[in-house]
């Protein structure tokens, strides 16, 4: 019943290293989005995807690449690891928004992502 | 520039006492959409409210109530008769103008609530 899920949950790996965090919905959400929230919690949008579209995408290094597969699915991959992205990776969807309305948007539980 | 302003770094209160969390915002735009997050200690971010620029209404959910004032672009969280269960990091959130059919959120710092027995 996990509206918003992603995987893995922890994450620890070594600076250099590329990984990924998985992330699906199964809202039938048309949008989905990935922030970032820092050490002192500071949450900051890096992309957002609509059905499978990229549309917003934040001064995020090009280290950071979305993928979105299908319109349920957008998964994160990150080059090259370095310390400063120790962060927790948040992914989130938002109904397709149509007219001057904005629909919520709907986080997953967070990956902690740890790089040493 | 928009921008989300949570004073209140951390309240400490105890049980069955009244808090508020104080919000104040920036925006150029008109209509525009407000948000209150509760991320409790296991990490996720929950989502509480949204409310549109066009509607001043207060709101009140069981022990929670939002205040909404344009005039000192404010929108705060009161939480009535408080419990343990609501220690939580608080954010309040504005959303930017639309792109397509995506927006950003824009988060404020967060306020960290410890509520005592």
């Known amino acids: 019943d996990t509206a918003v899920s992603q995987t893995p949950k922890y994450l620890v790996t070594q600076m250099g290293n590329d990984k990924s965090i998985k992330c699906e919905q199964n809202?039938?959400?048309?949008?989905m989005y990935w922030y970032k929230q820092d050490s002192k919690k500071f949450l900051k949008i890096m992309f957002s995807?609509?059905?499978?579209?990229?549309?917003i995408n934040e001064t995020v290094p090009n280290r950071f690449s979305p993928k979105s597969p299908d319109k349920a699915h957008l998964n994160l991959h990150i080059n090259s690891l370095e310390l400063g992205d120790s962060a927790v990776y948040f992914c989130?969807?938002?109904?397709?928004?149509?007219?001057?309305?904005?629909?919520?948007?709907?986080f997953g539980p967070g990956t902690r992502l740890t790089v040493l | 520039a928009q921008k989300v302003t949570q004073a209140q770094t951390e309240i400490s209160v105890v049980e069955k006492e009244d808090v508020t969390l104080d919000c104040v915002y920036e925006?150029?735009?008109?209509?525009?959409?407000l948000f209150w997050y509760k991320q409790p200690p296991s990490g996720e971010l929950v989502f509480l409210i949204r409310?549109?620029?066009?509607?001043?209404q207060n709101e009140i959910s069981g022990r929670y109530s939002w205040n909404f004032q344009k005039s000192t672009s404010s929108f705060n969280f009161t939480i009535t008769a408080s419990q343990v269960v609501d220690s939580a990091v608080y954010f309040c959130?504005?959303?930017?103008?639309?792109?397509?059919?995506?927006?950003?959120?824009?988060f404020g710092s967060g306020t960290r609530l410890l509520v005592r027995p």
């Open positions: 989130a969807s938002s109904p397709r928004t149509s007219g001057s309305s904005t629909d919520t948007q709907y």
């Open positions: 809202l039938g959400h048309d949008t």
């Open positions: 995807y609509n059905n499978k579209e990229l549309i």
């Open positions: 925006t150029r735009d008109t209509t525009y959409y």
């Open positions: 409310r549109n620029s066009f509607d001043e």
């Open positions: 959130a504005l959303s930017e103008a639309r792109v397509e059919s995506s927006y950003k959120l824009i």
